[in-house]
């Protein structure tokens, strides 16, 4: 008799294969998913293989749209980043394959969730959180944190020996010496010789990005359009693009192309400890230069300053800490969107060898930049003689510091 | 006899040329007095100037070297940038230069300060600002404010009428189209053609780095040591440099030649109004991304978040709005320098046709980075089941929240 | 011929009296305005005092409803405070009472608005901006800082004087030996022998609470129903208000009748300068307790803490220094209605002798509290041992800061 | 043969009693700790206990005047506060008493750090981070997450029947509806009938303060003195106190016996549960609120904007999370030093039936408040002209949002 049904998050590889046939062997009966968040894959295959190990079913969900139009989308409209470096990539997918296979799991009236995440990285944090928030009442099996998991599967021999013992088939080609996630955002590298912070990833790491140094010899230009933060045209001279996944994938073969987007970082894992991640991050890369930029153009100086200092910042985080069904993000989104009202405009940009450059913008949405008013030469809508004044009251709190120095013996102008 | 004695901000150029000869024809007598904080300028040449003009002494003094220890250097430490792009390079020098042009009025008697910035920018605010902190006793002469000097002078063939009654010599070059600030840290571009912000900036326009695409075909490396968060040395293949001044000058050259640090914006002036600028910074740029780099190996995550939400942008905002001396920017000077304490270390970088990138890192000064943590294979100092605690608890909030939607009828798996 | 028409803020006070007859005087004819924002006033005798002056009619507007429902609630729904004790009282009537007397300017082709608020405080700036942003195209007249009047009026006996020469009439009763501010939300009382910061307010200075000393001796016991965040019932046993306005009256009588919401403080101007101001605030000091206590039982912690740093000091600050009809303000009270969804239920409260104390609190609105979870007796819901797990990761890295305190030879268990 | 050396945190009540009996069963030595913080104990009592109950020895520490020293004073200096209500009384002392139970386990070469806290509450978390980092190397016994302890104490009948099992002497005295905390800040209420956060805590709840309707029937006056944010003497009609325990504990006699402090909320705790808890804090109350004020007078605007939003709050959650001994706090706790150059001067209190009241202020410490300058009739030091200036340059922003608006159709004056 079944010990109930669990849907186990499947890619296909050597870890969730064993975790397929350990779950059976243990007297689970298992629905796979696999969610497609544009990573390349072999659907027919993982499928083929998941029946072939005594799978019920093998569930595969395309969310690249709903990836893009709800999360992707809106990491782009508060420019967001994670210890000033990392685009987020990895995280913005969770919570759009965890919301997915949760459904899955209702609608196969499984009683678990199960999933092949390592004991000391994020994503076991992020799937979960997610399956509580959108099921609390479903239980979660994570193999890589019980002990007898753990005990039976010690190393890559082990994994080895119980594929041989249980026909799981082994991919023949050698396993990279070290670990990555793909999805339409990024690719992300890490452990194994990552895992020395000053080992240099070697040319033929990076799979989203040529090299610059065999990137066209001269600049691509190419115009993206934002409504309300939002890209939704792409101009090149090829042509263009309208709809969110095809524009995306656009952006995504442009710094692809030209090398745009590489990262590689130590971070600070919510889990507590630091970790080396490399990442390449082609189109969202470009695209939240191109936001940015439009941002200086329309966007009120102290909402700015307001949204770098809380939003972006807690959003990041929020996301990266797997806090994404969560009411802290849901009041920032709320924010996040407001801002965005007058973002509307469009942003001429270069890449060129690695590099993503701006070359000019504009914008009918705000009236914030007037040349008129920025003119050096124009004193028509500006008396400079007010300046004056405004110097006069801001400095009256300086001068009494100016003062208090002197009081004190440590003159400013020593 | 004598309205008093002057101390002007003298170039050399036709602005403060012309306030030069017009504030002697007013009545007053003028020390004029020039700051190197590492531009271009033929020394001498504005030296004979003043004098010839009438001024009763020039003064020109070396403040590279503290430009460099006291802001540049902490600039890096603080990873300063105003509005996520720009490095404050103009805003970093005013006030250092306004406290010597301080000191050298107190030392010379003079009863005012003069400047010669347009009424509608920044740099009048942190000139004046810095002035009143440093001396609140100094009166300050604007021309540029002065309805009478307006009036007089309200165009550049104003100027150049008044240059050729009074002998002032006009430079033969013609002028740039655009108006530059240059020091050891940048060189600036605003007004002008620039003032439409969608048009281009001309390749001619970057002096202090060459365009990326001229650059040269292979990547440059060298590494960057930091000592509490301090440049301290660099090594390139060709030698080394330990010298703060000289230090940053490498890393200007390396800049320069590999066409890195070039930004193009449109931004907030303090006075309220929108202004594009183009900026080209080579070295701080190389050794800004050096030092966030190696935070991430160093510093405390809470501690990381924390200095980025309140020091790095209210620093950046400080300065960018003259507020350098002042009680906010010592109060967060003080945090910048405590947070710094482990950040010691060496980062092996590489730049290429415009862009920089970071090879590697090591650090013996902080025990936060750990291989065997990090590994996914090593169980030795973690135990993954501590993590399905750490997650249950983490949970609750979220689970509340999913239930709460469910009894809203917005079930967060819809 | 006239100069213009100028729609002035007329209080029937002798300061807006003697402008009242300078502004024609000097030229212009005058449309005389007061908005009843709640304060003590004879109001039939102000449009009698300005006719008999020759101002060209009197408009009087009720403007309690708006200044309840649109700004005093707002107040309440984020917990304004300045800087730590100050709630506002003043700030919060000014942008109504701008923005009618710009409504009325307009109705009557006005070219002008005017004010009687010194040149050294903060109501001039939060009039003028508030004027600057309804109808940038209305010029401004500020008497008191226009060096003709200045010159004119050094001191109240040269008001007295130009009053005498002028038929107008000057109350009989003493002039009170400080400046007061009255509405709906509170009296405020600064300057004259206020300006010793350590000179203790006399027993008669305030206005709008008993002394404690004098009130009831036993406790006032009532309820304040919310929802979403407002005040919608307030039960007494004498009865019960849901109107807006009389609610927040009948806060204010209870508050006055036991000596609630008293503080005597030194504020940071935003001009710059200290000054030290008396607040009596009965109602709203009471509504705020509540408040803040009911979201303590419905708001969820993490966005609690967000809202707390940034949306309500940074509301109160923009409020304080004038700020109201700004991007910012708007893009914050964006959040604050976000974040009241929840906020409903009532909160039993209890006033005695100047304190005001919360009794208890109950909610249907929220899923966080739960007597069950909360209860240390209770396990259903909770397993203690997840709380190991959640302090083992916590202390992750805690332990490696303890280890780094030993190697530098600080251990903390010195 | 012993499973090793326990060192217990006792307080000779049925719960670590038990416990004590427990360990010992099982096969434990232990080494019992209590520390002195304050709270009401009959120490020779609690010792006698251990020792009959089997302990190896009683070590019992008086901490106060490190507690005083090192964390009181640091929550007055930096206004520390949780969630707006709560004065942090337990969470202060914590640290204290676990730093100090790490020393004696050392000191006697115990194996083991073991206390009695539930598997709910936030105090097991502040007790281990606290072990943690001070000695990583330390195990934990915490028997109120232990599976076998909690199967075997289900209820209070249970903990009874081992007590008379095992010779635990049992007080006579019937067991308070709630628990308390008690030491020299507050003493805090929970559970039992408060649970119900409806349900008003009964007078006979409050141990450190007189219901305010009890207190006096007039106002009691004193005085506190502050030496850069720390309180250096109180003088009251009777007499005064310098050492920092004697004033602390004056502060405290003023506050009970005029009933100030008591506050009764629902609070957030780090385990992601609410929970009602009732305090009362008399002196720290009044000494909190002193220090405030004397701020008011002497810090910068602008520092302080800075210290709310970020140091104060921070530190409050750092110290209520049990992250004490952690580079954050040390991080903030730099940044409020700092702060406190200039905050010396004296207050001038009083207090009335459950209120405190600031009646005045003076500080020689700082010339930020000048009653020159304050004064609405003094211009010497002052233009008014200036502001008209600062106005219009404030204004630009604004001016161009209502211009918006209106393009917009939504014009600000409707």
């Known amino acids: 008799m079944s010990k109930g049904r669990v849907c186990l998050a499947y890619s296909g590889g050597l870890d969730t294969s064993t975790i397929l046939k350990w779950l059976i062997l243990e007297g689970y009966s298992v629905v796979c998913f696999l969610a497609n968040v544009g990573q390349e894959e072999d659907w027919a295959e993982v499928e083929k ?18 990836f893009v139009d709800e999360i992707v989308f809106r990491a782009i409209q508060c420019n967001a980043i994670y210890e000033d470096r990392y685009l987020l990539g990895t995280s913005l997918a969770r919570p759009i394959i965890a919301r997915a296979q949760v459904r899955v799991a209702q609608q196969f009236d ?51 020996k119980f594929a041989a013992e249980n026909n799981i088939p082994v991919s023949s080609s050698p396993k990279a010496p070290w670990s990555m996630d793909d999805n339409l955002v990024h690719c992300s590298y890490e452990a194994g010789v990552l895992e020395d912070p000053d080992h240099t990833p070697p040319k033929e790491l990076w799979t989203r990005t040529v090299d610059p140094a065999d990137a066209p010899d001269k600049p691509y230009n190419f115009t993206i359009h934002f409504d309300k933060g939002i890209p939704v045209k792409v101009v090149t001279p090829e042509g263009e693009a309208t709809d969110s996944v095809e524009l995306f994938k656009l952006l995504n073969k442009i710094g692809h192309d030209n090398g745009v987007g590489r990262v590689d970082i130590v971070e600070n894992r919510f889990i507590g400890l630091k970790s080396r991640g490399c990442y390449d991050t082609p189109g969202l890369t470009i695209a939240r230069l191109a936001h940015v930029d439009l941002e200086g153009l329309v966007m009120d100086s102290k909402v700015r300053k307001l949204r770098d200092q809380f939003v972006t910042i ?17 009041f ?20 060129y060898k690695g590099g993503a450059y701006v ?56």
């Open 49 to 66: 293989k998941a029946l072939a190990l005594g799978a019920e079913r093998m569930v595969i969900e395309d969310l690249q749209r709903e």
């Open 314 to 330: 807690e959003w990041s985080h929020a996301l990266y800490n797997g806090m994404y069904f969560s009411p802290e993000r849901e």
């Open 359 to 414: 070359l000019g913008r504009k914008s009918d949405a705000s009236n914030l930049y007037s040349q008129e008013d920025a003119s050096m030469d124009s004193l028509d809508t500006f008396s400079p003689m007010d300046t004056t004044g405004f110097i006069a009251i801001q400095a009256i709190r300086l001068e009494k510091y100016g003062l208090q120095k002197i009081k004190d013996g440590e003159p400013l102008s020593k």
């Open 110 to 160: 499984c009683d678990y969730l199960s999933h092949g995440c390592t004991g000391k990285g994020n994503d076991q944090v992020r799937f979960e959180l997610a399956f509580k928030a959108c099921n609390p009442s479903m239980k979660v099996i994570a193999p890589w944190r019980m002990p007898e998991f753990i005990e039976k599967f010690q190393g890559r021999a082990d994994l080895l």
């Open 332 to 351: 920032l989104e709320n924010s996040i969107i407001f801002s965005q009202k007058n973002v509307s405009g469009e942003v001429r940009m270069s890449v």
